[in-house]
Nanobody, 115 residues
Framework: QVQLVESGGGLVQPGGSLRLSCAASGTTFSFYTMGWYRRVPGKQRELVATVTTTGRTNYAGSVKGRFAISRDVAKKTVYLQMNSLKPEDTAVYYC?????????WGQGTQVTVSS
């Protein structure tokens, strides 16, 4: 059974930084994509960034240049370094793993950007 455990959310002032982590367990896939999505109340969940097993990355336009996704394949962990945070980045951030036509989600971690 695949489980994704996120950590690193919290409250930060505009312009600040946070680093999210997501550790996967119970996976037996050789090739999979991990990533981060976020949801603001009243809106649909949206892509933030993804990274494949081979290291190919994809970013939403709104975070490109400010956020950086990376992964440790051996630890089955994905990270999201968020810099120059803006109030509009406030959301619940969800870790995602996609493999073999299946998608798994973490429980979400709250990120609040406010002064």
């Amino acid at each position: 059974q695949v489980q994704l455990v996120e950590s690193g959310g919290g409250l930060v002032q505009p312009g600040g930084s946070l680093r999210l982590s997501c550790a996967a367990s119970g996976t037996t896939f050789s090739f999979y994509t991990m990533g981060w999505y976020r949801r603001v109340p009243g809106k649909q969940r949206e892509l933030v960034a993804t990274v494949t097993t081979t290291g190919r990355t994809n970013y939403a336009g709104s975070v490109k240049g400010r956020f950086a996704i990376s992964r440790d394949v051996a630890k089955k962990t994905v990270y999201l370094q968020m810099n120059s945070l803006k109030p509009e980045d406030t959301a619940v951030y969800y870790c995602n793993l996609a493999a073999d036509s299946k998608i798994y989600w973490g429980q979400g971690t709250q990120v609040t950007v406010s002064s």
